[in-house]
């Protein structure tokens, strides 16, 4: 019953994003090292549970938008899981780190579960906020470096206003807040 609560509960998290992007899926690469065991069991056991929720699609080669490192410390059968996770929003020139956490317990399933509630409360809240301040400074490094006009990403134009503008034109509008 539990576990169908935190399911219910970041569904409706992660839908509050949703209304922010036209179509929600997430691109999403989760690194591990192969070779420990329990961080390979923990791995696992969070692509499963990101499964249930529908709002991301796992990806190998093709730019991932989310990166997930999750590693565990090597343990016996008798030791618990002492794993942690680090979420990277993968832009499209650099990343930005979004959360980190450290989760200790007896089950892998355990672990993942506190790992894909913490990871949805990272996107949560720091998502929409790190995707704008991406697209502002891609815009101004483009405006910086031409005497011409540039395209307005896309996720700026109900804000601009506009397609495409000169530096002029986006320095009389104020610029914008990162």
């Avoid at 999403?28 to 390979?40: K, M, N």
């Avoid at 990806?59 to 990277?88: F, G, H, K, Q, W």
């Avoid at 913490?118 to 400074?137: C, F, G």
């Amino acid at each position: 019953m539990k576990r169908i609560l935190i399911v219910a509960i970041l569904a409706a998290g992660l839908g509050s994003i949703a209304a922010a992007q036209s179509t929600l899926k997430i691109k999403v690469y989760i690194v591990s090292d192969e070779t420990v065991p329990s961080s390979h069991e923990v791995e696992e056991a969070l692509r499963q549970k990101m499964n249930t929720v529908k709002n991301f699609r796992f990806v190998e080669r093709e730019a991932p938008e989310l990166i997930l490192d999750v590693n565990c410390i090597p343990r016996t059968l008798s030791e618990p899981y002492n794993c942690m996770y680090v979420a990277l929003y993968a832009g499209p020139s650099f990343k930005t780190l979004l959360g980190v956490a450290v989760h200790s317990d007896k089950l892998a399933d355990t672990v993942a579960a506190a790992f894909l509630s913490s990871i949805a409360q990272d996107i949560n809240d720091r998502w929409n906020r790190t995707l704008h301040t991406h697209q502002v400074e891609l815009l101004e490094a483009c405006l910086f470096l031409t005497q011409s006009s540039c395209t307005v990403p896309e996720g700026l134009i109900p804000e601009l206003k506009t397609k495409s503008l000169n530096l002029s034109q986006y320095l009389q509008k104020g610029g914008l807040s990162k």
